[in-house]
């Protein structure tokens, strides 16, 4: 696997900083965060899944794991995080926006046409990136869903290319790294992550009682839950 001099270098300093973290466990025992703040951590990138591991995990098969997707996806973007109070490794992840444009690819997306070629729906196709809406804006492209549904895919996609045991766990050539780790409990979930500052502008305006008469926020539903979810409020608003 060839990779560029820049991918490498994006590689080498998520994996100083992995260790910086490693070193900073052990001398000191502040930056405590509870159990609640724990998914509210902050981040490097925005990231979109996170992956926990077993309480006291051995931090060489955690660097293992962190070397294994560096590696065999280079394109991925990792923040990572300790829970000081329960000794929980967290990796928050999500890819850049050229993966995550090809990950919709292989799931066969349904996205906007430009009106000027005929607007509607179509499958999303990487080689025909001219013809979506908004494609431009990496930010609003994909709803939330749609970018946890791409990242949950690319991850589970991630293929071990050499035989090797870790931690007593035999991992062979093509199985599934993600898969294989959840199998055999080194990794112990994966969980989509939400973005809170949506979330508490959906809170204001559409949840709270004091929105009950105001029109919902069709758009920003649609947004960040999706075309269907957008369409049952918009729906369950005409039988009120």
């Known amino acids: 696997m060839s990779l560029t001099n820049d991918k490498k270098e994006i590689i080498n300093q998520q994996l100083t ?4 973290l490693f070193r900073r466990r ?3 025992l502040s930056s405590v965060i509870t159990n609640r703040l724990w998914l509210n951590a ?3 990138y925005e990231c979109d899944v996170l992956l926990t591991f077993p309480a006291n995990i051995d931090d060489y098969a955690v660097i293992w794991f962190l070397e294994q997707l560096l590696l065999l996806a280079p394109d991925i973007r990792i923040s990572i995080k300790y829970h000081f109070t329960t000794g929980v490794y967290g990796f928050y992840v999500t890819f850049t ?13 349904e996205k906007p046409i430009k009106q000027e070629f005929g607007g509607g729906y179509k499958i999303f196709f990487f080689d025909e ?49 993600i898969q294989r780790s959840l199998e055999k409990h080194l990794i112990r979930q994966v969980i989509p992550l939400h973005n809170k500052q949506t979330l508490n502008h959906l809170r204001d305006t559409w949840v709270w009682p004091h929105t009950f008469f105001k029109r919902q926020p069709i758009e920003d539903i649609r947004q960040y839950f999706g075309v269907k979810i957008a ?5 369950l608003s005409q039988c009120i």
């Open 231 to 235: 369409l049952y409020f918009c729906w």
């Open 17 to 20: 900083n992995a260790n910086s």
């Open 97 to 109: 926006y050229e993966r995550l444009l090809k990950g919709a690819d292989d799931l066969q997306l």
């Open 129 to 177: 990136l001219e013809f979506y809406e908004g494609v431009q804006d990496e930010d609003k492209f994909f709803t939330s869903q749609e970018r946890q549904l791409i990242v949950r895919h690319l991850l589970f996609s991630i293929k071990i290319i050499q035989k090797q045991v870790i931690s007593g766990i035999e991992f062979k050539i093509d199985q599934s790294l």
């Open 42 to 44: 902050h981040t490097n």
């Open 26 to 28: 052990f001398n000191t």
